[in-house]
T-cell receptor, first 115, second 112 residues
Framework: DTGVSQDPRHKITKRGQNVTFRCDPI?????LYWYRQTLGQGPEFLTY????????KSRLLSDRFSAERPKGSFSTLEIQRTEQGDSAMYLC?????????????FGPGTRLTVT | AQSVTQLGSHVSVSEGALVLLRCNYS??????LFWYVQYPNQGLQLLLK??????LVKGINGFEAEFKKSETSFHLTKPSAHMSDAAEYFC??????????FGAGTRLFVKA
């Protein structure tokens, strides 16, 4: 068990560019979550997958954001036409349905800076 | 709707002193409650969780928390602070669905 991994760890981009982040969950986990964390705040829920199905999206996830989990394993989060307000840490987490504890395991995050 | 309030964005203690980080929650159904710790430039690590079993929950690194339904609280404590405890701590609530609501966090400083 290597834990949840995210790539890249850091991304600097110019306003208006597109960026894509990847998350690899713990291998047997069927639930995957994306959160956004800004300085001085706790993580805010963005979206959630159960296997390959995206079951919920936050209103924080504007039309410029899209997430996929094509085979129920890794997931990608794409931000189109980035804005300075998108600068944040993007966290991925995974969990296993059926354990009854709803414990999520977090990756190290991808820190996005939009200049 | 669920919510979490962490009282005090910063807490400073001396090494060896008691650590007390406060968390109050709001939930219309029995909640699952969590404390996570985050070190700089890292993800969140679970410290402990309450899932309706014992109200006093013991976690890693000597931390524990007590669920008090009457006070809607889930405060985190550690009898003796260590320098390595300096980090950001997040309280979180989950009502059994997919969505975990996090508090704004409390940064713990430990003075030598």
């Amino acid at each position: 068990d290597t834990g949840v991994s995210q790539d890249p760890r850091h991304k600097i981009t110019k306003r208006g560019q597109n960026v894509t982040f990847r998350c690899d969950p713990i291998s047997e986990h069927n639930r995957l979550y994306w959160y956004r964390q800004t300085l001085g705040q706790g993580p805010e829920f963005l979206t959630y997958f159960q296997n390959e199905a995206q079951l919920e999206k936050s209103r924080l996830l504007s039309d410029r954001f899209s997430a996929e989990r094509p085979k129920g394993s890794f997931s990608t989060l794409e931000i189109q036409r980035t804005e300075q307000g998108d600068s944040a840490m993007y966290l991925c987490a995974s969990s296993l349905e059926g354990t009854g504890t709803y414990e999520q395991y977090f990756g190290p995050g991808t820190r996005l800076t939009v200049t | 709707a669920q919510s979490v309030t962490q009282l005090g964005s910063h807490v400073s203690v001396s090494e060896g002193a008691l650590v007390l980080l406060r968390c109050n929650y709001s939930s219309s159904v029995p909640p699952y409650l969590f404390w996570y710790v985050q070190y700089p430039n890292q993800g969140l690590q679970l410290l402990l969780k309450y899932t309706s079993a014992a109200t006093l929950v013991k976690g890693i690194n000597g931390f524990e928390a007590e669920f008090k339904k009457s006070e809607t609280s889930f405060h985190l404590t550690k009898p003796s602070a260590h320098m390595s405890d300096a980090a950001e701590y997040f309280c979180a609530v989950d009502t059994g669905g997919f969505k975990t609501i996090f508090g704004a966090g409390t940064r713990l400083f430990v003075k030598a």
